[in-house]
């Protein structure tokens, strides 16, 4: 078993910034390709970035290039999402999630074990 916990969510005004944390326990973390995903009220889940088990390679959504940085510390069993140039449409529960697989993945249904999620406001 893998549990995840999500922190530093909150609310911000557009063109602030905030960093996600992700902490994870259980199954060996650095051998897990790592994602995060987010949904909005009335929409479906939505990959927005994942990076590879030891962090060499990571992908993004197009929406978010530029703006959010994936990353890791696999001492810490941690991964972090820092989002800058927040805008009101990336509203919604952000949720990281791991893999058996140490490669990326932007598909939902490769992740097996999720955290609870976190959410981030950002006002006009």
């Known amino acids: 078993q893998v549990q995840l916990v999500e922190s530093g969510g909150g609310l911000v005004q557009a063109g602030g910034s905030l960093r996600l944390s992700c902490a994870a326990s259980g199954r060996t973390f650095s051998s897990s390709a790592m994602g995060w995903f987010r949904q909005a009220p009335g929409k479906e889940r939505e990959f927005v970035a994942t990076?590879?088990?030891?962090?060499?390679?990571?992908s993004y959504t197009d929406s978010v290039k530029g703006r959010f940085t994936i990353s890791r510390d696999n001492a810490k069993s941690t991964v972090y999402l820092q989002m800058n140039s927040l805008k009101p449409e990336d509203t919604a529960v952000y949720a990281c999630a791991a893999s058996y697989f140490s490669g990326l993945s932007r598909l939902s249904g490769q992740y097996n074990y999720w955290g609870q999620g976190t959410q981030v406001t950002v006002s006009s």
């Open positions: 990076i590879s088990a030891r962090g060499g390679s990571t």
